[in-house]
């Protein structure tokens, strides 16, 4: 697969995962937002899967490289959930 469209590919799984969790926890974010949750999500679930030594049973295979799709979807839940609590403490402008 040509690696330009193996990065277009991650990039969507990305924001996938990041949109899904802010729709989950009903926070509205740039699209940006979304692929860095989605980023920072898939990351950690990694690294919770290599620390509990358990393997992902939805992991998808892009390019050469297996991404864990559950684990990254709790991932980037986490990281939406912080998103939404530290928004919760700042004021809105009226």
Do not use: C
Request: glycine fraction near 12%; hydrophobic fraction near 55%.
């Amino acid at each position: 697969m040509h690696a330009l469209a193996v990065l277009a590919l991650k990039l969507a799984v990305n924001a996938l995962l990041g949109f899904v969790a802010g729709a989950i926890l009903k926070v509205r974010e740039s699209f940006l937002a979304y692929v860095g949750a989605g980023w920072l999500g898939l990351k950690l679930g990694e690294w919770a899967g290599e620390q509990l030594r358990v393997r992902d049973p939805s992991e998808v295979e892009i390019g050469s490289q297996d991404t864990p799709f559950l684990f990254g979807l709790a991932g980037a839940l986490l990281v939406m959930l912080v998103v939404r609590l530290l928004r919760r403490g700042i004021p809105r402008k009226t």
